[in-house]
């Protein structure tokens, strides 16, 4: 090749990378500029629990590696699922599966795709019902726990291989005698967390709402009525307990409010809570 064709070639390929590696070098930057703002978007909202709480290397790796380090941390240490506040004062969980971003999901969002997902819940709830419905008005406190007054677990013997319809005569059995099942907020109770156990501590005492009867699958849903009418009279004193306990317990803050009650009357009309 002679030598001018050969320059021209050569300055041709390296005019041509150039203005490639330029081009990209402007892509990186618009790409840096625009990870840094992200970044700085997602600083996540203050922890519920005490710092103190979470000492160690993992505060330090928050989402690094597209992993949820302090979960795992905190996992390993035996201790709960850490809580995030937003600013309006809502609960998140902070989560990554390893594959995706490391991401912020609001508590009751999480808890009930949870109660969707539930193929047992959802043989004992009505289809127009969700989780969300469930967790309505629950409380944003880490320490409340969204209790079933009759346990998902306990009544499923009951719906073992019912089609739709005599599943909704089951619910519909239960509901005209004023007793609510499956996800319906109407069988919910949010409970402290010793309360919670508390309770479930009871049902054992009092031997009802076990978790290990028999299945009825194969038997005709006329049959069953006899077993549902057992399990309402224990739902029904499940109910009786579950008032007991919080009847119990009163938190700092609603003792302050009975006390400002009783010494300022008049400050009951304008407080609804």
């Known amino acids: 090749m002679p030598i001018a064709r050969a320059f021209k070639e050569t300055a041709k390929y390296v005019f041509k990378n150039g203005k490639r590696t330029i081009t ?38 928050f989402g690094y590696n597209k992993r949820d380090w302090v979960t795992l941390s905190d996992q390993s240490a035996g201790k709960q699922k850490p809580f995030f506040r937003d600013e309006a004062g809502e609960l998140h969980f902070h989560q990554s599966n390893g594959k995706t971003e490391s991401q912020f999901i609001h ?33 944003q406190d880490p320490d409340i726990h969204a209790h079933h007054i009759a346990p998902i677990k306990s009544l499923q013997f009951l719906f073992d291989g019912l089609n739709e319809a005599d599943r909704l005569k089951l619910i519909n059995h239960f509901e005209r005698r004023g007793v609510y099942i499956g996800n319906d907020p109407r069988n919910a109770a949010f409970l402290k967390k010793p309360i919670h156990t508390s309770v479930h501590e009871s049902y054992v005492k009092k031997a009802i709402l076990k978790y290990n009867h028999a299945s009825l699958e194969g038997m005709p849903l006329k049959d069953r009525f006899k077993f549902a009418n057992v399990i309402l009279q224990e739902i029904k004193e499940a109910k009786k307990i579950v008032d007991r306990e919080t009847e119990v317990w009163i938190s700092p803050d609603q003792l302050n409010k009975a006390i400002q009650r009783q010494n300022q009357p008049e400050l009951a009309l304008y ?3």
């Open 271 to 273: 407080d609804r809570s």
């Open 24 to 61: 990209n070098g402007a892509k990186n930057g618009a790409n840096g500029a625009a990870k840094k703002a992200a970044k700085k978007a997602a600083k996540p909202p203050p922890r519920v629990l005490k710092k103190a709480d979470y000492e160690g290397n993992s505060l330090n790796k």
């Open 107 to 139: 508590r009751d969002t999480k808890l009930a795709n949870n109660l969707d997902r539930s193929e047992k819940g959802r043989q004992q709830t009505k289809p127009d019902v969700r989780g969300k419905d469930f967790l309505k008005d629950a409380p």
